[in-house]
Each structure stands twice: as structure tokens, then as C-alpha cells.
Antibody
Framework: EVQLVQSGAEVKKPGESLKISCKGS????????IAWVRQMPGKGLEWMGI????????RYSPSFQGQVTISTDKSISTAYLQWSSLRASDSALYYC???????????WGQGTLVTVSS | EIVLTQSPGTLSLSPGERATLSCRAS???????LAWYQQKPGQAPRLLIY???SRATGIPDRFSGSGSGTDFTLTISRLEPEDFAAYYC?????????FGPGTKVDIK
């Protein structure tokens, strides 16, 4: 069974750094692109970027380029989303999603809630 | 850059009724790049339709997708109680992804 299991909720202060994770299982992790999607409270879905674990090829949304870093460690089938300096506006639910081919995302992680507050 | 617009923003219907959701693109593209997702409160989104008209695994046949070019439609033939949710269309062309703002289907 394909699963994407994300790390737990985080509460951080503005200016702090953060790295959240997404562990894939039940499939060959290096063969499928993994994307990150933000959902702010009560709002819609925003694509942040996408990475191919096989060669770490990354594409960022222009809206998030320079604001976050996406990476993977294929040895442990895990993708990461990180911030070097959080802002209150980064408070949101973050999903990792697997590209299943057919230009769509067939498996979603359970989401990681990030709260940034002083 | 492709921009997706969904209408209506909210659709108020009763169980058993037919729901028709629209997704319009700023520029024409191949239908293979268009997908639809359902999101219920407190849950992650779920893939419903890919390639504009192909149902994902396990999706009931009351859900259907159609359209081409700039105009795409998700139809729910007869609404079940579990279908009241938010629906998003999505474009992905291997270099970028765009989601529409969503349509909320609520109970009338």
C-alpha cells in the first residue's frame, strides 16, 4: 500500500528555522515526483514545488522560489520542506503529494500543520 | 502562466440532485493536463479525475469529467451525502502546477 507519512505539527516563533518531512512507502520512492502543497486556514491549495527523488531535479513555484527549500534523502525514502527563517504568514497546513503519472497527484500525505507565532 | 477559474464559488444543492462544476483556463491546453480533486473538511484532498475525463481508482461512476481547450466540467450525477465537499481543478504540465480556487458544494 502506497503511503506518505508526514512529520507532526510544529509550533515555532518568527525567525526560527524548520524542516518538515514526508516518508514514502509501498512503492519505489525514486521513480515518482513528490510535490509540496500549502493550504492556509480556510483557503485553497497552492503548489510550492516539486522534486524528483531519483536525481533531485527540483522545480519551484515562482511564488515560493527563495522562500523554502525542497530536498530528498532517497536512502530513507523521505522528502523535506524547509524554511531558514519563518514568518507568521507561513502558518498553514502543508501536504506532500505523489505524482502518479497522468499529470496528477494520486497520493497525499496527512498534512503537517505549521504554526508560527510569537 | 495558466490561471484556472472555478465557478460557482459555492453550489447549494440537495442530495440526489446533479452538480455541475466549471473550471476555465486562461489559455488552452491539452486535456491530459487537467485533474480534479475532492477535499472534505479535516481531510487531505483526494484525486477524482485525471486527464480531464478518466476516473481515478475507486472513484464512483457518478463522478465524471469532460471538456477540452479552456473549458472543463466535473459532473456529479446524483449527489450522495458524502459528496458535499470542496472541489479543485488542477493543471500540471511537467514544469508547473496550478490549482483553481475551488468550488464548495454544500447542502441546500
Amino acid at each position: 500500500e502506497v503511503q506518505l507519512v508526514q512529520s507532526g505539527a510544529e509550533v515555532k516563533k518568527p525567525g526560527e528555522s524548520l524542516k518538515i518531512s514526508c516518508k514514502g512507502s509501498g512503492y519505489s520512492f525514486t521513480n515518482n515526483w513528490i510535490a509540496w502543497v500549502r493550504q492556509m486556514p480556510g483557503k485553497g491549495l497552492e503548489w510550492m514545488g516539486i522534486i524528483f527523488p531519483g536525481d533531485s531535479n527540483i522545480r519551484y513555484s515562482p511564488s515560493f522560489q527563495g522562500q523554502v527549500t525542497i530536498s530528498t534523502d532517497k536512502s530513507i525514502s523521505t522528502a523535506y520542506l524547509q524554511w531558514s527563517s519563518l514568518r507568521a504568514s507561513d502558518s498553514a497546513l502543508y501536504y506532500c503529494v505523489r505524482h502518479g503519472g497522468n499529470y496528477s497527484f494520486d497520493y497525499w500525505g496527512q498534512g503537517t500543520l505549521v504554526t508560527v507565532s510569537s | 502562466e495558466i490561471v484556472l477559474t472555478q465557478s460557482p464559488g459555492t453550489l447549494s444543492l440537495s442530495p440526489g440532485e446533479r452538480a455541475t462544476l466549471s473550471c476555465r483556463a486562461s489559455h488552452s491546453f491539452s486535456s491530459k493536463y487537467l485533474a480534479w480533486y475532492q477535499q472534505k473538511p479535516g481531510q487531505a484532498p483526494r484525486l477524482l479525475i485525471y486527464g480531464a475525463s478518466s476516473r481515478a481508482t475507486g472513484i464512483p461512476d457518478r463522478f465524471s469529467g469532460s471538456g477540452s481547450g479552456t473549458d472543463f466540467t466535473l459532473t456529479i450525477s446524483r449527489l450522495e451525502p458524502e459528496d458535499f465537499a470542496a472541489y479543485y481543478c488542477q493543471y500540471y504540465d511537467s514544469s508547473r502546477v496550478t490549482f483553481g480556487p475551488g468550488t464548495k458544494v454544500d447542502i441546500k
